[in-house]
């Protein structure tokens, strides 16, 4: 679990709410959001312009999370090494 848990933990969220400022944490959520809108819109005009089901949605969801805790992570914990 140490590689998992390095790169896709909540370690890069703890490392933000005590070093950062609430206007960083507040900035990498909004950016959290684009990107998730962003990623179901590209799949979208990518799968041939139909509407996506809710499964593949949430796939996409899932994998825009695990993108997003790996740059957090990168930034705050892994990078500053």
Do not use: C, H, K
Not at 2 to 15: K, L, R, S, Y
Not at 17 to 39: N, P
Not at 55 to 79: A, P, R, Y
């Amino acid at each position: 679990m140490g590689f998992i848990q390095d790169w896709f933990g909540f370690n890069g969220w703890n490392e933000l709410s005590t070093r950062g400022s609430i206007f960083a944490t507040i900035a990498y959520r909004v950016f959290f959001v684009f990107g998730l809108a962003a990623a179901i819109i590209v799949y979208s005009y990518a799968s041939g312009g139909e509407d996506p089901s809710l499964f593949w949605i949430v796939v996409v969801g899932f994998l825009w999370f695990l993108v997003f805790q790996f740059i957090v992570n990168l930034i705050f914990v892994n990078g500053s090494r």
